[in-house]
């Protein structure tokens, strides 16, 4: 038994709420049979099985794309966070560090060893953000799904047929790949 939100959609109430309807997988004690279908009903069922199919796909790979962006929008942040700390060097913390330090050591000296800290953190920050970035995958299932369509709705080849799909001459060999 399925849900509202899963029953066949027939048309008139089109992507009403984001939900895509399913194709149904075993046959309805209220459909009528293939038997007594003409070839209209067929076609027209077969139009409506196809267009779902491509909707439920294309749902597919937006929710996974998505969630790709979610993640991609956390890696960001930890490069935005560097790009800050690289380009305004939290000014007066690290002057005030380079002063500090010049007390015990010479001036240049000092404001050197701030700048490579400052380095080392934005090093640290665009690493953890490029860890991130390196999570972020393509939508997998909705790609394979596609295929999968893809190859189911390719007409099969006949084993005397050629790549083309026109039939081999007869006493001449198939041309090799």
Not at 5 to 20: I, S, T
Request: with cysteine; net charge neutral.
């Amino acid at each position: 038994m399925s849900s509202p939100k899963h029953e066949l959609n027939d048309g008139d109430n089109r992507d009403a709420g984001g939900w895509v309807p399913y194709l149904p997988l075993s046959e309805d004690s209220t459909a009528d049979s293939a038997d007594g279908a003409s070839i209209g009903s067929l076609v027209k069922d077969a139009t409506q099985h196809m267009s779902t199919l491509f909707r439920a796909e294309l749902e597919l790979a937006k929710t996974e794309t998505v969630g790709e962006v979610k993640k991609a929008t956390k890696g960001s942040v930890f490069f935005i966070i560097a790009a800050v700390v690289a380009l305004y060097s939290s000014f007066f913390f690290f002057f005030f560090l380079g002063e500090l330090l010049s007390e015990w050591l010479q001036r240049w000296a000092a404001f050197g060893i701030v700048f490579l800290l400052m380095l080392v953190f934005a090093g640290i920050c665009g690493f953890v953000g490029y860890r991130k970035f390196k999570k972020v995958r393509a939508p997998q299932r909705s790609i394979d799904s596609i295929k999968e369509s893809a190859a189911a709705l390719k007409p099969q080849q006949k084993s005397g047929d050629t790549a083309d799909g026109t039939p081999a001459a007869a006493g001449r060999p198939l041309p090799r790949s």
